[in-house]
């Protein structure tokens, strides 16, 4: 066989992109290498991404670790976001950031880490949230994994009363050590102030949505679902029952505005006025005001809604 009927027949188109997938894996592993010898190049190609993204001054004080293979990991101190008009005031401020994942799932822009923490994070007022925001911890817990799920955590503190908000994470054991990810069915739970409440969150690729909700405050009960209906523009459904009596819900943005239309099975005044208490003090709570959120009621469920309901019974 001559020569060129050898190479005709051992390298196929298969064994050729496979051939330059592995001189480019090692091109790009070489290149990463050398570049987290610069963590200080690293540190401002961070900066300018944060700036790009959000419109503000980034900063980053300090690039304590920046490993980029095997496995990617990164450690910051001082992070803050900026009004570039006034670079005294800061939006956001991180006192300490610690993310380490896969080099693929970070190339994909997969969610899944060995680690994230967030420590000493401050959020000015409308900002992020209509009120300010201290978090002690924002990130992956798993003090106990022998007898305890993994999760995402969140502590501290949000229009001036205490916050406290866990996600249930799958756990995998991998070479490099415990690897974390959300699914796409978890048990959440969440207490703010009195409020007090757990629901089941689940998401699929068109839709996401709480599902058998329940929430405590000053004694009373409510049970709620809410989903996802429409992204754009956006508009959330809901139903649920305060004290057994039933209602909907439906919340649309259009524009900066956002409405809250609820709906009351119950004819009675006192009964909807027990309603209107339970979300305006949890509104009250959430740092909403009217021009954040307008808030209607009415007594009486749509025709849709009660025939739905009659086909649940």
Do not use: C
């Amino acid at each position: 066989m001559n020569s060129s009927g050898w190479r005709k027949k051992s390298f196929t188109w298969g064994k050729r992109l496979t051939l330059v997938v592995l001189i480019l894996g090692g091109l790009v592993y070489g290149v990463l290498a050398l570049a987290e010898r610069s963590k200080d190049a690293l540190r401002q190609g961070f900066e300018a991404q944060l700036a790009k993204a959000t419109g503000h001054k980034a900063e980053i004080t300090e690039m304590i670790t920046a490993d980029l293979v095997p496995h990617v990991a990164f450690r910051m101190k001082g992070i803050y976001l900026r009004d570039p008009a006034n670079i005294d005031k800061a939006f956001l401020k991180i006192d300490q950031a610690y993310i380490s994942t896969s080099f693929w799932s970070m190339a994909a822009s997969i969610g899944k880490y060995y680690g994230f923490e967030f420590k000493g994070v401050e959020t000015a007022a409308d900002f992020w949230f209509p009120k300010k925001a201290t978090f002690k911890f924002v990130g992956i817990s798993d003090p106990s994994p022998d007898t305890t799920p993994a999760t995402f955590l969140i502590d501290g503190t949000y229009n001036d009363l205490p916050l406290l908000i866990t996600a249930e994470l799958q756990r995998k054991i991998k070479s490099h050590g415990p690897f974390y990810s959300l699914s796409d069915d978890f048990p959440v739970t969440f207490k703010l102030g009195t409020n007090e409440g757990t629901a089941t969150y689940k998401r699929s690729f068109l839709d996401a949505g709480l599902y058998d909700g329940l929430m405590t405050r000053d004694g009373q009960e409510l049970r709620f679902k809410i989903e996802l209906a429409e992204r754009n523009p956006l508009k959330i459904k809901g139903k649920g029952a305060l004290n057994g009596v039933r209602f909907n819900a439906e919340l649309t943005k259009s524009g900066e505005n956002k409405e809250l239309k609820i709906s009351s099975e119950s004819q009675k005044d006192s009964e909807l006025a027990d309603l209107k208490k339970f979300v305006e003090a949890f509104a009250k709570d959430l740092g909403l005001s009217e021009k954040d959120l307008i808030i209607t009621y009415d007594a009486a469920l749509p025709a849709a809604s009660q025939s739905e309901d009659k086909k649940e019974q």
